[in-house]
């Protein structure tokens, strides 16, 4: 529920291989990397990333004709801070609240990609259970029909709570995760989803972002802010690549 600086468009095809580097430097090896075509002349790159957590796999992809289609004009429209070309689909397996395992997809801006895979992968690797993780697309852009789902999403070209900026949402640099388990809370324990309100009192429970616990770690490691930690309004499901 935030806002962010402008982000980058898609770098030229030639830059693949720069890229490539620049993610090994990282700590991120490519098993396989595609490039192609589409029909809209857009290059199409999946990037597979394995992890050392057995059992969790993550991969990096441009959004394809399919999705942009789906995601217009609900979820991005001309206007939008962001072009789709800098977004990228994060596809990840994660726990689930039963003790099994499911896979879903994550949009987020080319620029933090890498790390919001690490980031599940230290959710995975830790236990913690994420709902559901779906392109808010399904919910035809509606962050209250989406919370209302417990669903875990990122980019949505809306404008900030309570503000006229941009949310950091809209730039593809923020996630909303387990947002029933961890609400967005009012002074006063105001909250606007009832199933939200036994999460009020922050007693850490599974799924939950508390201090020191491994949700708010992983995003930790990877330099991510937390809005628990603001002042006032606490936004507990909300982590950003700035702290907006």
Known sequence: MSAAPRGAAEPPAGGITRSAAKMRAMGITIASTRLGVTALGIAAITVVVPTASAGYTSSISAISP???????????????PVELAALRAVRVNHRTFRGGEATGTIVVHQDVAPAVARIFR???????????IQP?????GSDFASIEADNTSAFNCRKATGSGRWSNHAYGKAIDINPIENPWVEPGGVVYHTASRPFVKRTPRRGMAV????LVRAFDREGWKWGGRWSGTKDYQHFSSDGR
Do not use: F
């Not at 399919?66 to 939008?80: D, E, F, I």
């Not at 230290?122 to 559901?132: A, E, K």
């Not at 808010?136 to 035809?140: A, G, H, L, T």
């Open 122 to 132: 230290s959710l995975y690797r830790d236990g913690v259970p994420v709902r559901r």
């Open 136 to 140: 808010i697309e399904k919910y035809k």
């Open 211 to 214: 201090e020191g616990g491994a």
């Open 66 to 80: 399919a999705q942009r289609k789906a995601m217009t004009p609900s979820v991005w429209r001309k206007g939008c």
